[in-house]
């Protein structure tokens, strides 16, 4: 069987991992969540008390970072040192870190390497802010998810408070545009649509609606 990739990029709380999951168990292909991978790089800069936005010291950590990902049942797993971290990485703060990090050149050269050899050994469905446009250029399919501000908040606390967390709307949505201005602006491989990708705006539909949409697009792309 021919491999084929789906490239989802977007900006925070747009519904990329969600339809991202669908498709997968769908399509029976993996899920590559690139976020995680940036998450994990801030969490050990976070646990090991160095600045997130000091490129020199992230840089320097980078050669103590052996970084692993293990698929197991379908769920992927992010080994940092030996160490499954998973369950640490899914907060504001590592997400906030992570957006850090990923401003520093020599960080998205070794996670975009890792990601493109994955996706060269089998199917995949990728997301993140860069994949249509740097890691998987000639991906089969590319979507471009988006959504008002708010919706993405609100969209966001139910996660939070789906983990037992709690939040608020207002900070929870000021912590997005933070983070969106930053992953647009930043220098090097900002978030953009890339010019073939089929643009979502999410704003108002259900799971169903957008999936149906995506589902659509990779059958008319890919035949599946
Ligand atoms: O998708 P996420 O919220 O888990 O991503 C966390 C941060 O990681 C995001 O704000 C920017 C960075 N990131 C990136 O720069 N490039 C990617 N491909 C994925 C994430």
């Known amino acids: 069987m021919k491999i084929y990739s789906i490239a989802i990029d977007g900006p925070a709380g747009s519904g990329k991992s969600t339809i991202a999951k669908l498709l997968s168990e769908k399509l029976g292909i993996i899920y590559v969540d690139t976020g995680a991978m940036y998450r994990t790089v801030a969490y050990y800069c976070m646990e090991k008390g160095i600045d997130t936005k000091d490129g020199k010291a992230v840089e320097r950590a980078l050669d103590d970072i052996k970084l692993e990902i293990k698929m197991t049942d ?43 050899a994955m996706a060269k050994k089998c199917s995949v469905v990728m997301d993140g802010r860069d994949i249509g446009t740097v890691v998987l250029p000639n991906a089969e399919v590319k979507i471009y998810l988006n959504a008002d501000v708010e919706e993405r908040a609100r969209r966001r606390l139910k996660d939070f408070e789906a983990q037992g967390k709690t939040g608020d709307l207002a900070e929870v949505a000021e912590q997005i545009r933070q983070r969106d201005h930053n992953d647009m602006t930043r220098e090097y491989n900002p978030l953009r649509k890339a010019d073939d990708a089929v643009e979502i705006d999410t704003t108002g539909m259900t799971i169903e609606q957008v999936a149906e949409v995506v589902l659509k697009t990779v059958h008319e792309k890919t035949g599946e």
């Open 74 to 116: 379908g769920v992927q797993h992010m080994i940092l040192n030996g160490r499954d971290v998973t369950g640490f990485i899914r907060t504001a703060e590592v997400g906030q870190g992570a957006s850090d990090v990923g401003t520093f050149v020599p960080v998205r050269d070794r996670l975009v390497e890792m990601q493109q």
